[in-house]
């Protein structure tokens, strides 16, 4: 049965969630407050970078609408989605400030029958919007928690070919509706209760963090040993109990998800009286990771000042112009402290997050970015870069030194062509 579905916030989340239900078959309004983001939407254009959503929007302009007007949005809605940002706050906690404004725009909404909340929350956010619900006038109005496991990049074929849905509810009423709003998904709904959905999201988030931090750790033991931690991770994944997915070692994991949500368990942890050790360390590893190779790369330079170091990848990982938490941030920052020139090229990453850095100047290949550099180090592994003709590059280094940061070339092969080749727990 084909739904009338607001949803709030048009960023990552809220866009593809209003693409595929509208694709799904649902005729939904989406409602952000950025007028310029209203606009582009209106005249056709994607404002963020995700393959196969332009598309996907595209086709299904018939039942998918943009507004900048809240009264507008939920005048026919059934279902409110709830997709705006929760930022952490200097505390760790996440700021749920918009999350409840949407709450507050919903006191004339007439057709109403759920609200559900697809932002990243702590747990017992659920109880607390039922209770704005409730003083709003909206006892009748069901509540259900419905997390985004989508990866940035696929977000698309994520949602509509997802690992699991994961529905969270108080009444059978409200599960039945949201898993009645996914037919046409092909993936397993499970129905659990609020509390537990909230908790899923971010144990999930923390497990994969937990996952990527293991293997640095494993890399760093790896350099000091002589092991190699790619054929070490890909032996260790093939047991299914580990698995191999997110087994890369790198300078660190970032984006707008992992960083923030394993900085929002631990709050919620330490809050709740039982500090979560082990995700501080896992946070506390990947705080390191970056700053430690840059430690290894400057010994190897001696010293920084006065050197010339290229930036090959700028975003959070390949496939989005994504700059959130990239480790290529800290990097940059770290190396203009300590002196150096940087250059850098990456073929996505969003203008605004690296024109303030006037001191970094951006290349438009990334033979030019390295031309005259002392090292060049690989931050984003895009697969580019594995064209590079790495020999012409050679030439035009100041010193022929790489520092391949995601393991993406060949050590053999770079150190034939006449580099220093440094990377990450792999034997120099
Ligand atoms: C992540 C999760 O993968 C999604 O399941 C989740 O829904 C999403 O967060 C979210 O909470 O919204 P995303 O942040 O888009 O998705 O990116 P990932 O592909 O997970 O990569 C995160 C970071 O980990 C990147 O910096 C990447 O380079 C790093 N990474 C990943 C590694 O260093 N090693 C790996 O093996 C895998």
Redesign the pocket.
Known sequence: MTRKVAVFGAGYIGLVTGACFAELGHAVVVRDIVPERIQMLRAGDVPIFEPGLGDMIARNQDRLSFTLDADEAVAEAEVVYVCVDTPPMPSGDADLSRVFAVIEALKGASHLTAVVVKS?VPVGTGERVRAALDAAGLEHVGYASNP?????GKAVGDFMHPDRVVVGVWEDATAKLITELHEGVDGPVLVMDVASAEMTKLG??AA?ATK?SL?NELATVCEATGADIEQVARAIGMDPRIGSH???A?L???????PK?SRALRALATNSGHPFQLLTAVIEVNDLQSRRHIQRLKAELGGLRDRTVALLGMT??PGTDDMREAPSTIIASRLLAEGATVRCWDPLAEPGAIEPWTSVSRHATPLEAVSGADAALIVTEWPELAGVSWGQARTVMRRPLIFDGRNLLDPQTMKGLGFTYMSVGRPT
């Open positions: 990243t985004e496991f989508t990866a940035e999930a988030n994969l990527i293997t997110f087994m890369k790198g660190g994991y970032g984006g707008s998800c992992f949500d959070f990982k």
